[in-house]
């Protein structure tokens, strides 16, 4: 089975500062990675996904995300980030379209104004 | 895009009781459905995976009496949740894959509070 490991649970950063959220699959295959971010008492929205091509992946809201096959990364980044971003992040792995997905422990951004 | 939708997105019942959440894909239809459920402060934990019309394959753990998923149409599962505790308290959240759409989209998600 897959794992994915999200480092830092919590993640605090300044208005306007850079976001980095990081994440780390376990798979001996390339799998289909996501990053999801929920707000309270809602469901999970798609910020980007990677299947193939290009590993720099461009999602909504300023998200990027870049697969590093040699390092078994997908690391979420936002140059300047908003009061809004505040959230909880998931990063999400799928073996294939169809499959299941193998979800992360999540992080918590928190904005500083 | 493609929507899937949860009802109720809230429901609270008395413990012993049976709750029924539905899972709909609105405008594809979905090969297989997957239901997760969300501890609180807790990432998504994978329940059941339910091809239409085939008996769902439960993950480890999750007792399939209590509960109890039917996928009894390409835009429809339920999950009953059998005679709750508060410990079955939970956010489930669903998802819906379609075969033709290659993608896998996810439901809203259904607060279960049980007193």
């Known amino acids: 089975a897959q794992s994915v490991t999200q480092l830092g649970s919590h993640v605090s950063v300044s208005e306007g500062a850079l976001v980095l959220l990081r994440c780390n699959y376990s798979s001996s295959v390339p799998p289909y990675l996501f990053w999801y971010v929920q707000y309270p008492n809602q469901g999970l929205q798609l910020l980007l996904k990677y299947t193939t091509g290009a590993t720099l992946v461009k999602g909504i809201n300023g998200f990027e995300a870049e697969f590093k096959k040699s390092e078994t990364s997908f690391h979420l980044t936002k140059p300047s980030a908003h009061m809004s971003d505040a959230a909880e992040y998931f990063c999400?792995?799928?073996?294939?379209?169809?499959?299941?997905?193998?979800f992360g422990t999540g992080t918590s951004l928190t904005v500083i104004p | 895009g493609a929507v899937v939708s949860q009802h109720p997105s809230r429901v609270i019942c008395k413990s012993g009781t049976s709750v029924k959440i539905e899972c709909r894909s609105l405008d594809f239809q979905a090969t297989t459905m997957f239901w997760y459920r969300q501890f609180p402060k807790k990432s998504l934990m994978l329940m059941a995976t339910?091809?239409?019309?085939?008996?769902?394959?439960?993950e480890q753990g999750v007792e399939k009496d209590k509960f109890l998923i039917n996928h009894a149409s390409l835009t429809l599962s339920t999950l009953t949740v059998t005679s709750a505790h508060p410990e079955d308290s939970s956010f489930y959240i669903c998802s819906a894959w379609g075969r033709a759409l290659g993608e896998q989209y996810f439901g809203p998600g259904t607060r279960l509070t049980v007193t």
């Open positions: 999400a792995v799928s073996e294939r379209t169809g499959n299941q997905f193998y």
């Open positions: 339910s091809n239409e019309g085939s008996k769902a394959t439960y």
